[in-house]
């Protein structure tokens, strides 16, 4: 499935108001805020660094500085967005990701309630949420902040594939580049709340 062909990215191009793009400067963000452009969907960008998306954006799309970390820079973000995609995660942060990646979910999902949005879309990890990894476990404790925040949540599964550029594929590159072969489970699990 391609960004934008979803049924959720479809129901909200269909709702009136702008959307929070969180995580615009990443991989799947950047091409997520493409689709919603050319959807003519009004978007705001939440990004730390502005500079990181001058030029990059349609004529019409808003840039606003904003942090997870930082719960009051995310007053601005919210104000006037029906929806809000999440596509933020800490595991290029300084000391414990998971711990940065709680407190943003928390902050991000505080910062809805009370702007009234109840849609956040999520982009969730594959795996039970038990013997997995301390990243794959963070994705299903943000999972689990952002689903008990909002009245009309929705995970996304993420793909199995992956860029260049994409944080995963960087970090799994080392171990693939030795392995001839490389077997799936047939019981991998999404942890969107599904069953």
Not at 6 to 28: E, F, I, N
Request: charged residues 25%.
């Amino acid at each position: 499935m391609r960004i934008g062909d979803d049924p959720v990215s479809a129901q909200m191009q269909q709702s009136a108001g702008r959307v929070l793009l969180s995580g615009a400067t990443g991989y799947v963000g950047g091409r997520l805020l493409r689709k919603l452009e050319e959807s003519g969907r009004p978007v705001r960008c939440m990004v730390r660094r502005p500079e990181a998306l001058s030029g990059r954006t349609a004529e019409q799309t808003e840039i606003v500085h904003g942090d997870v970390l930082e719960p009051e820079s995310l007053r601005e973000a919210f104000a006037g967005v029906t929806a809000a995609y999440y596509l933020v995660h800490s595991m290029a942060a300084s000391g414990p990701f998971a711990d940065a990646d709680r407190r943003g979910a928390e902050n991000f999902a505080a910062a809805a309630r009370r702007s009234g949005v109840s849609r956040i879309v999520y982009l969730g990890g594959l795996g039970a949420e038990h013997d997995v990894s301390t990243h794959l476990e963070s994705r299903h404790e943000v999972g689990r902040i952002l689903r008990e925040s909002a009245s009309s949540p929705t995970c996304l599964p993420p793909s199995t594939s992956s860029s260049r550029r994409a944080g995963s594929s960087r970090s799994a590159a080392p171990t693939a580049s030795r392995t001839p072969i490389s077997c799936g489970s047939t019981r991998v699990r999404l942890a969107c709340g599904a069953p």
